[in-house]
């Protein structure tokens, strides 16, 4: 996420909402993470990462509606999609994207702490894309590798310890 917004959204904590992803928010989440990555992520790939995660991150999204594996909320405010966010066991993040206009507001941060909750090792794992380490460094969120490169697609591995 881009921290530096200068157009910060003004919201009332009150109007928006966390709860449970359901299937037939599919094609509304899939708009939204393809408006976030075009804006955010995608500028940091190469041509190889941007082909890569169109063509197999996007589709995958879809899987995060695994209910054996995966735990996925979706954040609103007056029932408009604003954020998602994806677990996978309890313990790897595989999603957290926050609408544009509401990057910089606290958002992102809840949805992360409400992803946070779900764990019950009290260790999180994420590939954190380029652009939001810092956001992660901020909440926490250690590197436990240098950035690496896989297809294209650059990321910091990193790991949260409840203290």
């Known amino acids: 996420m881009d921290i530096e917004k200068q157009n910060i959204k003004e919201i009332n904590i009150d109007d928006t909402n966390i709860e449970a992803a359901r299937i037939s928010d599919l094609d509304s989440i899939v708009e939204l993470v393809e408006r976030v990555s075009n804006s955010n992520i995608l500028p940091h790939f190469s041509e190889e990462g941007r082909l890569f995660f169109t063509s197999k991150v996007l589709p995958d999204i879809k899987t995060t509606f695994d209910d054996t594996r995966f735990q996925r909320f979706k954040l609103t405010e007056h029932n408009q999609l604003i954020g998602f966010g ?20 606290g958002l992102g941060k809840r949805l992360l702490h409400h992803l946070l909750k779900q764990s019950p090792s009290g260790e999180v794992r ?38």
């Open 86 to 105: 994806a677990m996978r066991d309890h313990d790897y993040i595989t999603h957290l994207f926050i609408d544009d206009d509401y990057q910089g507001t």
């Open 126 to 163: 994420l590939r954190a894309s380029v652009n939001a380490v810092n956001f992660y460094q901020a909440q926490g969120f250690e590197a436990t590798a240098p950035e690496s490169e896989v297809n294209g697609i650059r990321f910091v591995p990193m790991r949260w310890t409840c203290s």
